[in-house]
């Protein structure tokens, strides 16, 4: 090992994983006390105490449908899943909740056979099991962004009210989740609704999010998270997203969806279409120094897949959280199996980043606000 004198300790390893080329990557080594983490964002690229980091990351479900917990813990351990994934070089997770399993149905137990194979999860309640998430994450020093992903378990959401759950329990569903995980040094980003995707939600996104950073930075003076916008539209399009406040703060995740993967055909002018069509939705971003990170992908072909990563390289869009931890064909990276991992996946996922960083969170103090 290597040793470095800087403001933080950091220490030069390999990440053993698929497809790794023995690259060394940076472990970073937070010391101060009384402090969180010290985010900061430059365009494309994002720093942790002045030291530049490369985060690849994965979504994990469960939580926010009717599992009412992680997907999969009725095959394997929590522990097991998140070793496995550290394994591959994969730094962050994004945790997506829903507003009737946070707002209503936090205390209830979920059926005991999702969990049967997690014995930490045994007769533990919907955010006793979150709670074990914040504390095995936070040990294995990986990043965690929360995703209020739809106000409903059983079914998607086009907007983040309707008439059983009014925008003010929006707010106060995020303030279950923060005045419970706020002090996490590990809580890295809070991406505020899922994928809008109605007139009424295009008509109310930026004041949406204007008056969610607003409340929040109010009520927390002292977070050091980031903001996930995403767009209108399915996450997919900021072509009509306005400037949203605390602007350093803020962080463009578009989803991107194969609309037509079934006619794509491997032609450089498929290509040039595709490229024209992202550029539209998202790329102008990079081209305007907006920071973003590709927050989804969702596609059966691998043809479409190589090419959002040849996309992705070519505009150095190296920080990812593009599939989710589970087995579904068109956006999951493990098999049915619950064990093994799509390696078409993960050859995509790691060239478009073929590092990550290492992060010790222990040593930070996060005030409390």
């Not at 086009?158 to 005045?179: G, N, P, R």
């Not at 007139?199 to 949406?208: R, V």
């Not at 305007?288 to 990563?309: D, G, P, R, Y």
Request: negative net charge; proline residues 4%; hydrophobic residues 40%.
């Amino acid at each position: 090992m290597k040793f470095i004198s800087t403001p933080i300790v950091i220490i030069l390893v390999t990440l053993l994983g698929w497809g790794n080329t023995g690259t060394a990557v940076p472990v970073l080594r937070g010391t101060k006390t009384t402090d969180g983490p010290q985010w900061r964002k430059q365009n494309l690229d994002l720093y942790l105490d002045g030291e530049l980091v490369s985060i690849k990351g994965v979504t994990w479900n469960g939580p926010e449908s009717d599992v009412m917990s992680f997907m999969g813990l009725w095959r394997h351990s929590m522990e097991f899943y998140l070793d496995r994934v550290r394994e591959l070089g994969v730094n962050a997770i994004r945790l997506p909740f829903s507003s009737e399993a946070i707002f209503k149905n936090r205390d209830s137990i979920p059926f005991q056979g999702y969990v049967q194979n997690d014995i930490d999860c045994h007769n533990k309640t919907v955010i006793e099991i979150i709670d074990l998430f914040f504390v095995k994450t936070l040990r294995k020093n990986m990043l965690v962004v929360l995703n209020l992903n739809r106000l409903h378990k059983d079914y998607i959401s086009d907007k983040w009210w309707d008439s059983e759950y009014s925008i003010q329990m929006f707010f106060e569903t995020w303030e279950i989740m923060l005045d419970r995980y706020h002090t996490y040094a590990n809580l890295f980003a809070l991406d505020i609704y899922e994928e809008p995707h109605d007139s009424a939600a295009n008509q109310g996104w930026n004041k949406l999010c204007a008056d969610f950073i607003t409340k929040t930075e109010t009520k927390y003076p002292n977070n050091t998270w980031f903001y996930f916008i995403q767009g209108l539209e399915w996450g997919n399009s900021f072509s009509n997203l306005t400037q949203s406040p605390i602007q350093q703060k803020i962080i463009y995740t578009p989803h991107v969806f194969d609309k037509d993967f079934y006619v794509l055909n491997p032609k450089k002018s498929a290509l040039g279409n595709l490229y024209g069509e992202w550029d539209t939705d998202f790329g102008f971003m990079i081209v305007q120094n907006k920071t973003v990170i590709l927050a989804k992908a969702q596609s059966e072909s691998n043809i479409w897949m190589n090419f959002l990563a040849n996309y992705a390289m070519e505009k150095n869009l190296r920080n990812i959280f593009l599939w989710n931890l589970n087995n579904d064909p068109t956006f999951g990276i493990l098999y049915d199996d619950w064990q093994t991992f799509d390696p078409n996946k993960m050859n995509i996922l790691n060239s478009i980043q073929p590092n990550s960083s290492q992060f010790f969170f222990q040593n930070y103090k996060i005030k409390n606000s």
